[in-house]
């Protein structure tokens, strides 16, 4: 069977909904290729706080609806370190705020409103593979309980993630990868019970990381750093709690309350850019283009700025036969790209522990906590990435 649509958008996560949204919002017709389940999708636990540009997004295409009532909005972030707690004034040192909802949240708000809208998803496609993206009649071809499938498409958009088939199709030798896996991981717990802070609080302890962080008033997420090849049954519910409150400090384990865990996970991280992000109508979005570790909470917040210089390009070529914002789309999307890169890493040295971190590492990291505790214009750099860049 063969059909035709404007653009073919693979992946239904929270970048291919977003983007197919935005084109939708002016006009242009999107198909959504997804191999997954709506269930499956819909129940995969992710990131949590939004910069002002993706809530900006969500606002822009009117689905922001729940995000507006549900959504926590925060106005700073807290740094713990050796039992001290820096405060970075986020509204106050950049006039923006981040907004706690959680990406479960956002993909199921995005999802529900293209079922509205009538924009097509079509779940559980299999064997999903990219053809003549170089030429002038891109294809894609896919495999659902009836049978075998054909979209005729102008442009394909990859938001299918690190393993899909979006970037593996790009011309072979054309793309540069670069990459800094870190030796460790994070070992989450969700649980339905109120946060032990009102913002978020990221911890540089002796015996490793740790961050509170929240999805709702009265469910948390917290986590530790934890060598990669830990194993997960070692660390019992009371055993974890017992080390969060080590970490984050007596303050915070005054205030954290217990509970089981909903779930239960060890994430490891790295960061990735492959580059370029277009090869002839073929585009890669989000993690299928970058990968950063969730210390700065940038993974669904690039892939939201990505669509939006991408949504932007396509509807200028559509509406006014200007090809340039497609031809720029990669150059422009990667410099906004790499700088959340660098502040990820940054972020990620500075509260993590190192196997090379001896005296000196250390120290170094002791004293760029003073230098960001006592100066208005490192609080304001931290402040800046963190709420995140303009477009």
């Not at 409150?245 to 490891?268: H, Q, T, Y």
Request: with cysteine; aromatic share 8%.
């Amino acid at each position: 069977m063969s059909e035709r649509t404007q653009v073919g958008i693979i992946g239904a996560g929270p970048a291919g909904l977003l983007l197919a949204h935005l084109l939708h919002c002016e006009g242009i017709e999107a198909v959504i290729l997804e191999r997954r389940s709506r269930a499956y999708v819909e129940g995969r636990i992710r990131a949590g706080v939004l910069e002002r540009i993706t809530a900006d997004l969500m606002a822009r295409i009117g689905v922001d609806e729940r995000l507006k009532e549900e959504g926590l909005p925060h106005d700073g972030v807290n740094l713990a370190s050796d039992g001290r707690l820096i405060h970075i004034d986020i509204a106050g040192l950049t006039g923006r705020h981040v907004i706690v909802y959680g990406q479960t949240e956002v993909t199921h708000d995005l999802i529900e409103a293209a079922n509205a809208r009538g924009i097509r998803i079509i779940w559980e496609a299999e064997d999903v593979a990219i053809h003549d993206a170089q030429g002038d009649s891109p294809w894609l071809s896919y495999r659902i309980t009836d049978g075998e499938h054909r979209l005729d498409v102008d442009f394909i958009a990859g938001c299918d993630g690190y393993h899909g088939v979006s970037r593996p199709a790009m011309p072979a030798g054309l793309l540069q990868n670069a990459e800094r896996e870190y030796p460790f991981g994070w070992l989450g717990i969700l649980a339905d019970v109120p946060p032990c802070n009102h913002e978020l609080i990221y911890a540089n302890h002796e015996r490793g990381f740790a961050l509170a962080s929240m999805r709702s008033p009265t469910r948390s997420r917290y986590y530790i750093q934890v060598p990669l090849d830990e194993n997960i049954d070692e660390w019992p519910d009371d055993r974890l709690w017992d080390e969060l409150a080590i970490r984050l400090g007596e303050d915070a384990a005054a205030n954290m309350v217990r509970g089981p865990a909903i779930e239960k996970s060890i994430a490891p991280l790295r960061s990735f850019v492959a580059a370029p992000m277009r090869a002839g109508r073929l585009f890669t979005a989000g993690d299928a283009a970058h990968i950063v570790p969730p210390t700065g909470a940038k993974g669904l917040n690039l892939a939201a700025s990505d669509v939006a210089y991408l949504s932007d390009a396509l509807i200028a070529f559509y509406k006014r036969g200007d090809p340039s914002g497609i031809e720029g789309y990669s150059d422009k999307a990667l410099s906004r790209v790499w700088k959340a890169v660098r502040f990820s890493w940054w972020f990620t040295n500075l509260m993590h522990r190192f196997p090379e971190t001896g005296r000196f590492e250390r120290a170094m990291q002791i004293a760029e906590l003073d230098y960001i505790a006592g100066s208005k214009a490192a609080m304001t750099a931290m402040a800046e990435n963190y709420v995140g860049l303009p477009l």
